[in-house]
Structure formats: C-alpha cells, structure tokens
C-alpha cells in the first residue's frame, strides 16, 4: 500500500484510529479533528469524511479524560461554523455563473432553487445537519439560491449548536458503556435513522401540500 492509499484509508477512518492519533499526537489531534469536520463541512467535494461517528467518538475519549470536552466542542463548534460559511459564499459566487444560460445548469434552476429556499431554506439547513452528505451540500444549495446571508447564518449557528453539542455530549454520555462500545456501529446507524425523521416529515408535507394545490 503506497503513501497516498494510506493517507486516504486514514482520513476516511479517522474516528477509528482516533484513540491511536490521540495517542501519537496528543494535543494536536484537536487542529486534525477541527480539519476532518471543517473540510467534511465546507467542501461539496468531500460529503464521505466521518462525522457524526468522528463527534461521538472524540466525546467518548474525553469522557475518560484524554481530550477536553469543553476545548473539542468549542473548535469543532468553530469548525462547523467555519466550513458552512466557506460553502455558502461558494455557491453565492459560482451559482450564477453556473446557471447563467446552457442546457445542464438551466437558470430556471436557479429560480426554483431560490424559491425553495426562501420557503424552506430555515428548515433544511438545521434539519440537513443530522444527515450525512446532505448536510455539506446543504450550505452550497443555500449560497446558489442567494439565502439573506443573516438569515443562513443564524440558522448556521442553531443547527452547529444542536448538532456539535448531540453527538460530542452523546458520546461523552454514552459512548463508553460496553453495550454502546459492542454495538457502537448499530449506535450511530440508529442516531442517523432517528435523526432522518425529521426531514422525511417535512418532505412529506411539502409533498402533500404542493399536491393539494395542483
């Protein structure tokens, strides 16, 4: 396996090797674990990073004190923060360039995806956060439908906050009772299916209501 194969099989299974990197690098696992969660934010290119798996782990460890749950709430907060903003001023900047003319990126679009997000925009970007790959795209699709920047920003905040502060404190909480450690892949299929329910309600409805109007 050459340098490049390695490094990719330890970015995807970062959460894994954490307690390995924390051990190695100690203090400087907080700047890795801030870069794995900004790029898995703030770039569309990399939605397959670990998240919430990397959040509850990370909590697991400094519940047996080996990082500092207040230090990695705080930067990952940040990091969170960091990365939505990055998405969101892309797409404010490439979504009219993008959709302006050509038969893929067709600015009716662009239209339509303002329309969404002038309706539903509040919603998706907190309900997006608990869900995976979703949620890096989610920032991006609110830049290219020129979401009001205040408006995307606070609800930036509100959904880092619930989401930061559910899997890093589940995780603390939780995350090394043994049944959780035995089962801990079932664990976080479980938190990401009960965090679905949301957005499937609310699709649903947007369904029935834009059916009952046709």
């Known amino acids: 396996m050459n340098f490049l194969s390695r490094f990719i099989e330890f970015v995807l299974h970062f959460d894994t090797h954490l307690g390995a990197i924390i051990s190695q690098y100690g203090s400087l696992t907080y700047a890795l674990l801030f870069l794995i969660v900004f790029a898995e934010t703030g770039f569309v290119l990399t939605p397959f990073l670990p998240g919430d798996s990397l959040l509850f782990t990370a909590g697991a460890f400094a519940a047996q004190g080996v990082l500092s749950v207040y230090w990695l709430w705080l930067l990952l907060f940040i990091a969170v923060l960091c990365g939505d903003n990055i998405n969101y001023f892309m797409g404010y900047h490439l979504g009219p360039k993008v959709f302006s003319g050509g038969k893929l990126f067709h600015p009716e679009y662009l239209a339509k995806t303002k329309e969404f997000y002038a309706k539903h925009g ?10 995976p790959i979703i949620r890096t795209f989610a920032p991006f699709v609110a ?6 920047y205040r408006t995307f920003f606070g609800f930036s905040v509100l959904g880092a906050f619930l989401w930061v502060s559910l899997f890093i404190l589940s995780g603390y909480f939780f995350g090394n009772l043994t049944f ?16 679905l329910i949301p957005l499937v309600v609310e699709v649903v409805q947007h369904r029935r209501h834009k059916n009952k109007f046709k």
């Open 122 to 131: 509040k919603k998706m970007l907190v309900l997006a956060r608990f869900v």
């Open 143 to 148: 830049g290219i439908g020129q979401m009001r």
């Open 180 to 195: 959780v450690r035995d089962h801990f892949s079932l664990f976080i299929i479980g938190i990401m299916v009960v965090s």
